[in-house]
DNA sequence: ATCAGTTACGTTAGCGCTAACGTTTGATTA
DNA sequence: TAATCAAACGTTAGCGCTAACGTAACTGAT
């Protein structure tokens, strides 16, 4: 193993003026003595070590990534909308010269170890809030992002969407299509703020315009029997004609179920999703959604954490990206079907 | 920052024997003491500097998930098949104690500095192989786990499925269901091993069958203009009756295409896919495809790499997991359609 | 009572690096 | 010409931990 310390003796200089060098604190070494020693360095094959750096300079260029570990509704890394969040926010962090840690925490202790542990320089709570958030702000005063959360903390770092604006943009576009009768489906309706706030845009723009949704049309429903819930829904004296899904995959759900019973979408039911997935566009009809860019979100909280690791007396900032309605297939003005 | 030495000023002992309780290492100290030290340790929020002990130890409890980062035909983690392999991954090897760093990899240079510069105790390759292997191998003494890879390289630990054997079932199944006018599509034909082994399987057991697969009918395609392909293949004189799909996400843009030329799937096209991914079942119709238990896959990596780090002179293994085919509603027996 | 063997600790040194403070040399200025 | 200063290095100490080797006290066998 190649040390500071072998480089600088080939090179006739102390391990100071080689560690400088490696860390391009070259004001205090001539120039041809620089380059002498990258040169040696990089003929050694010379990796510093990262352990020693840390243990010395009492700071790291390491970023925890957070992953719930209680998985409400399936776990993290599943689906494609984390995964390509969380592969975005690594090559943008190894861009700064950073690296990630991956940690699935369930608890507290679990964030305490993850961060204290390796003594990161950061880290971002991929799509999971806990409520010890001030407990852990206070032990270690280091730049923590969160993503999507609403939580009733302020003073937190935040990158989200307009969850709101997409439940409006989704009502609107379903009202303009003349659909009157809808429905809100899809997994943890109760579980966190996201989708809280996707239902709240979607019936209050739909009440301004006098339309209501029944409770019974709000159903918080994962993949289980969608077949039943789509049977109770389009077979029924007032049927619903649009529906609004939580997500682009449990709109796929819908799709599926839909054709099982011989709905036709989107002659029959009309369906809008979220998230704008990979998939989307290849669904049949091509799913018409709320689009968030997924990968800017990863820049973004990159970028924020770039700069409260440099200043960390940046102001707190709450991110909010606006979303926007991407038309294909999956809606059809109403009165072509059967019901 | 609680440090052992902390610890053992408060219990009056040296912080070489709280060393010793917080590593286990309690054959050497008194039940009693152990036990106040313990308490102490507990109570003082005292977690260990993961550093420090790489340092003074020369070993860590790290592995290091490498990805390429010249990703050919979609980067790793976009597509639900390594993230999933990767949050599986992550989850087992935090339930031996290790944690996982990630890592986007684009040459050696890349690869030797996350392997050495956190003196990682071993690394997972995710669909990925370079070629300077040997070189890696040599220069650090760890394990290397790959997985799916096809490399000439003897003594490499890799585990992956069987291609070949997916290969025969998907033609295997289309010939009993009577399909003889074939064609195998995807991104990659040439790309890597992987889906080689899965076009030789399809192939060689055609042949045996008497039945021939064109040059003209095995494509090595993306998503641009499927649509294109499919109807030189579908509208011809010969019509394709059966398409083999290099993976489940190739098989719904060939639905998408299908669906727009007016090709009904199975009653003019069948299609069979590859991995059976969350979303298979919930294509319409639900696709037919050649399943591997991609969780079972990172488990296994995870328990090979464990124990090659406990015992580095475990034998090299390349673990061949099976496929089976997963029979749905995507290919149908022929004589029911257009062509 | 003596000695080997065990138990339960402590001491020393150093992992590779860097923060903080020297030191030397030559150039510049009063 | 002495004082001043910056440039270009070196020295020292220590980050928190552990490997490797002590060592004292106690045990039981002879």
Redesign the pocket.
Known sequence: ?V???DI?EKA??????V??V??G?T????????ERIKKIADEMG?I??SS??V?????SRLIAALLSDYGEGGTPLEDSYSSCFLGELTRQIQKEGYDLMLHYVKDYTDINYSLKSWKVAGAVFIGMFDENIRKIQKDNSIPLIFTDSYSTVRSIINVGIDDYQGGELAAGYLLEKGHKNLAFIGPAVLGNGVIMHRLQGFCSFLREKGVSVPPEHIVDFGSDDMAGLLKRLCFSENPVTGIFATSDVCASWIYAAAYRLGIRIPEDLSVIGFDDIGMSRYMIPPLTTIRQDIRRKAKIASELLMKNIRNPDSPMENIVMSVELVERESVCGLGTGHF
Chains 1, 2 share one sequence.
Request: charged share 20%; proline share 3%; aromatic share 2%.
């Open positions: 193993m040390t500071l310390k600088a006739g200089v102390s391990s100071m003026t560690s400088r490696m860390n604190n004001k205090d070494v001539s120039a041809k003595t620089t010379y510093p070590n020693a750096r243990l010395a300079s009492r700071s």
